[in-house]
């Protein structure tokens, strides 16, 4: 008997779950990677009930031979079909591979406006994780701020912890009332929607839209924030404001994908301009730019979990494909249906994307004393500086200034950076990848775990 | 770019060498402009260490050039500069064999009354706590610190704007027009300046530069890789390094030097450790020819470790944040290229300086300006002069 060819999975969340479920079914040995403890990534944190496709229930019911390394951080990809994976207290492992399929997810996009590093600032993802899974809620009154139809699902967690929530939504009411013909069209996400929207009425929880919070403020913590109305661009509507007492503000202003990995194994990372997006391109089979590597779910562009669900699906086929284990003649009548799903499920996701996207006001809120990164404390007006004589590029303000030089690496402000050089400074976004740089290790991890002497 | 008007001195490379240049010459008097390829601090001076010092080994004519160099640091700081600037001398350990050989080292110094001290095993305790316990003695060198090269590339830049400097980024030479030996004008991606002057700081890149008037400059590039941790602030109160290093810079001056330059390979490893004013710390070091690759090899980081662990032993338990490997520009000789060539007139050498052109950012942009300007110098250049190397030969 021949050894059974590995394949990877990095991240447990809908899209990695299911390209181990379907490439488990065909033959391969496969292992799946998550830094936490429970599979199921952050959508499936505190719904461990759910049975739909993508969810951890399905996947353990449907792909007993998967191996699960929990807990596990990818920290390096030393060398061709090679993982350096970190358990904390446990030392680093070095997994091999086949096949891989990047499923790495998203984290909330960061925006540097006034006050946002106060204690009492979260970020929505952040706040909805830990009323999930830890029962805290971060506050008694609660300002849940950004844009997107995330907003109400934490609202929804927030006011369900017993806390005195107030929805602040950047995009006009109409644009939410513009998306429901597409909503009626799937019945689950419907009565999601329903469900959030009752339980809001029923809480009282104050809803506002096409405003955005400006500042925030406090001394040693969260004690106000400032509200405006905005126009189509996001601007500021001057004289709109009101002041509002919170003692928590939680930002969420969309999802960016989380491509560190992607980038230290060389995939080619793509921009959407318009929704000031990266992502790792692949083709229609999901495969990316590197030889038996394919990309999954939020990688490839936020879309939600039902795309994350088909696109892992189609990940983990084709990891089969590649390797020989499916007949052409199957393998091109699976894809053919699971591209059919694919179109539907994007439908909303793309929506929802392209209608909740960023504008340009955005880049405009901060002031000159407003922390671009904050670990190590580069003010807004220290960056401006250091453009009088650098080039407006991220590495040239990184290097004029630190901004990114602590222990994110950039992980929380790189982006914003992105976008604020370009809305304010004319920067132009590179072809094919990602204007930051990935240096091993991919997270900060101890020296004597990841690096073994040979000499 | 085509319509700027003649230029006295045209500088390349935006590295702490080509900015301090800047700096140095606009405050002359003269009409400078700088071009750079990228960004300032692209290269070296960003992929590098912090420290600001001089080795005991030293010949005492480079000895004396890195005193100036350092004292110019002092200075600058002390006028106010912010560029992380740290003066809390180095505590340097050597192997128990070497005691004597680093002691004699330390009354050199004093004669040249430079500070510095042996610190027994009780008092090395004190003075450095993270030190291994296994170490019994080590040498303090009070002259030596830190700064924060990026932030030296730009203040200098800022201070140049000032005098009236013009900064090109993104901008690259691509040739250099020569008529009857002298230099007229510098050609680059974005036009053509007039100039009778240009400097070359350039880095591990110089030899690139003098390709354009078919000059072989001797400057390779030297690989180096660093490990920066999670911060630790005051984990140590010096600058620590090992008596290792300064025989690490040795044996790549003794490698076979071919037609293409150093062969491949050779690596040297020894610590080098600074802890920053952010509180990360910075671990290296090593030496190595590898061309212009600039990916970091694991197995080098691995070796930069376990050298540190040796001094510092709880230093292999903190995390690593980053890792990055620079380009050096390393001369046979091992000293630097500074001054004006005879064999064009008109283009001026400010590179060279292997893992010292923190160090000798200052001093190296007063000696440009002083001759280029025609004033004497605080030091003879002769041994630093380009014209050392026959960079004609076929």
Known sequence: ?455 | MSTIRPKDVVIIGGGIIGAACAEALSRAGLEVVLLERLGLAAGASSACQSGVGFGISMDDYTLRLHLAAVRAYRQFAADGAEVDYLHHGTVLVGPPDEETELKAGLKRLRDMSVGCEWLDAAALREAEPALSPEINGAARINEMGQVSPMRVVNEMARRAVLHGAEIHTNTELTGIDVKGGRVTAAVTSQGTISTSTIVVAAGAWSRKIGELVGLRVPVWPLKGHVLVTEPVPGMLRHYLTETRYEKTVEAVQAVDLGEDGPQSGSPQVAAVLQNLPSGQMLIGSSREFAGFDREVNRNRLAQIVTRAGYLVPGLPRLRIIRTYAGLRPWTPDGLPLIGPSQQVEGLVFATGHGGDGNTLALITARLVADLTTGQPTEIDTTPLSPDRFDMNGE
């Open chain 1, 1 to 455: 008997m021949t050894v059974p060819k590995h394949l990877v999975v990095v991240g447990g969340g809908p899209a990695g779950l299911s390209a181990a479920t379907r490439a488990s079914q065909l033959e391969m040995a496969v292992t799946v990677v998550d830094e936490y403890g429970k599979m199921g990534g952050q959508y499936f944190r505190g719904r461990q009930n759910s049975t739909v496709a993508g969810s951890p229930r399905r996947f353990l019911l449907e792909s007993p031979g998967v191996e699960i390394f929990s807990h596990g951080i990818v920290v390096d990809a030393p060398a061709h079909g090679v993982l350096s994976v970190w358990k904390q207290g446990g030392g680093v492992q070095s997994l091999t591979y086949d096949a891989l399929v990047l499923a790495t997810g998203a984290c909330d996009r960061t925006v540097a406006l006034p006050g946002w590093t106060l204690p009492g600032v979260l970020t929505a993802g952040g706040a909805s994780t830990l009323a999930k899974a830890y029962g805290v809620a971060p506050g008694q009154r609660v300002l849940v701020a950004g844009s997107g139809p995330f907003l109400l699902a934490v609202a929804d967690d927030l006011s369900t912890k017993g806390c005195d929530v107030q929805v602040v939504e950047a995009t006009p009411l109409g644009t939410s009332v513009g998306g429901l013909p597409m909503i009626a069209r799937d019945v689950a996400i419907t009565r999601q929607t329903i469900g959030y929207l009752w339980r809001l009425g029923l809480r009282r929880v104050r809803r506002r839209y096409a405003s955005i919070v400006t500042a925030i403020h406090g001394n040693e913590r969260v004690e106000a924030a400032t509200i405006h109305r905005v126009d189509q661009a996001w601007q500021p509507i001057a004289g709109s404001e009101t002041t509002i007492e919170v003692d928590a503000v939680c930002l969420g202003f969309g999802f960016v994908p989380q491509l560190e990995l992607a980038q230290a194994l060389k995939c080619t990372i793509g921009y959407w301009e318009e929704t000031s997006d990266f992502y790792v391109k692949t083709d229609e089979q999901m495969r990316t730019s590197q030889e038996n590597v394919c990309a999954a779910g939020e990688v490839t562009g936020v879309g939600g979990m039902r795309v994350a669900a088909v696109e892992g699906r189609l990940a983990g086929l084709t990891s089969a494909y590649d390797m020989g284990l499916v007949a052409k003649l199957d393998y091109d009548a699976e894809v053919r249906q699971l591209s059919r799903q694919l179109v539907r499920a994007r439908r909303l996701g793309d929506w929802v994307r392209h209608a909740y996207r960023p504008r340009a006001g955005l880049w405009t809120l901060a002031d000159s004393q407003t922390m671009l990164c904050r670990c190590e404390d580069v003010t807004m007006q220290s960056a401006e500086e250091a453009l009088a004589c650098n080039p407006a590029t991220p590495y040239a303000l990184k290097t004029a200034t630190r901004a990114g030089f602590g222990l994110c690496q950039g992980r929380v402000c790189s982006s914003y950076m992105i976008e604020w050089l370009r809305a304010q400074h004319g920067y132009r976004v590179p072809e094919e990848e990602r204007p930051w740089r990935v240096r091993p290790p991919i997270r900060p991890v101890p020296a004597e775990e990841w690096l073994t002497d040979e000499a």
